[in-house]
């Protein structure tokens, strides 16, 4: 993710379930009502739910790598 960028706050559909690793770089993840902050090497898991948006916030210049896992059924 590019400097400064924010990835649109959205949901998924139910039985759509995603895991994201912080690779490199530390952002600010928004998680339902929350804000907290991801350092490298930690992960957050989106319930499949249809009821949690979230999104990912690079709050400065750093560049940012994740790894992504995602399962839709």
Do not use: Y
Request: aromatic share 10%; hydrophobic share 40%; charged share 20%.
């Amino acid at each position: 993710m590019a400097a400064f960028d924010i990835a649109q706050p959205h949901t998924h559909p139910a039985a759509a379930e995603e895991i994201w690793l912080q690779i490199k770089g530390t952002s600010l993840l928004f998680l339902g009502n929350r804000l907290l902050r991801q350092e490298a090497g930690e992960a957050f898991l989106v319930p499949p739910t249809n009821t949690v948006p979230h999104s990912s916030i690079n709050p400065d210049g750093e560049r940012q790598l994740w790894l992504f896992f995602g399962c839709r059924k």
